[in-house]
């Protein structure tokens, strides 16, 4: 079944670590997207990309990084300098970038010790 | 600025009754409109979707939703309610290539 693989579902950080969250779609789509999501406020975007080895800042970028090497792959880096990185994390997919039509992940719940 | 506003934070329903959740937008033209649910520690899943055409659009797992322009809302409606309903419900606008969410409202089924 084609879909869009997380992993981990749940990682521990030590303050000052970068952890890298991985994500996977096969259902060859071109969008994908990195959400953040904290109780109370919705889904805020991080990254997204609309094709490979392009990607755009979202409204909460700063101290996180992506790549898109592959048009599957989608991985999220959260670096030292995110000041309050305990999330939970979506990765989601379109077929067309921007309508909102959205496949998600089930998600990576990050916390930092 | 654009906005989506979900006014209920939680409701509270009874097995059986019926449910209408709220969602408004703010918006200079007319979105994309969407809803989307959410089990604990889960993924998002796609209930429906609004582009264009009839403004009553029916959805997965029994929903609808209803988009009225005059009022710039997009509310979702089951007309009974199971145990399994019992989730988050985000609703979301697409417009010029950005997509935004509301904050969301919990469901909360009692038998």
């Known amino acids: 079944d084609g879909g869009i693989t997380q992993s981990p579902k749940y990682l521990f950080r030590k303050e000052g670590q970068n952890v890298t969250l991985s994500c996977e779609q096969n259902l060859n789509h071109d969008a994908m997207y990195w959400y953040r999501q904290d109780p109370g406020q919705g889904l805020r975007l991080i990254y997204y990309s609309q094709i490979v080895n392009d990607f755009q800042k979202g409204d909460i970028a700063e101290g996180y990084s992506v790549s898109r090497e592959k048009k599957e792959s989608f991985p999220l880096t959260v670096t030292s300098a995110q000041k309050n990185p305990t999330a939970f994390y979506l990765c989601?997919?379109?077929?067309?970038?921007?309508?909102?039509?959205?496949?998600f992940g089930e998600g990576s719940r990050l916390t930092v010790l | 600025a654009q906005s989506v506003t979900q006014p209920d934070i939680h409701i509270t329903v009874s097995e059986g009754a019926s449910l209408e959740l709220r969602c408004n937008y703010s918006y200079g033209a007319t979105p994309y409109l969407f809803w989307y649910v959410q089990s604990p520690g889960q993924g998002l899943q796609l209930l429906l979707k609004?582009?264009?055409?009839?403004?009553l659009v029916q959805g997965i797992k029994g929903f609808e939703a209803e988009f009225k322009r005059s009022q710039s809302s997009f509310n979702l409606r089951k007309p009974s309610v199971h145990w399994s309903d019992a989730a988050e419900y985000f609703c979301a606008v697409g417009l010029y290539q950005k997509v935004t969410f509301g904050t969301g409202t919990k469901l909360q089924v009692i038998p």
């Open positions: 609004y582009f264009s055409g009839d403004t």
């Open positions: 989601a997919s379109s077929i067309i970038q921007g309508t909102g039509e959205l496949f």
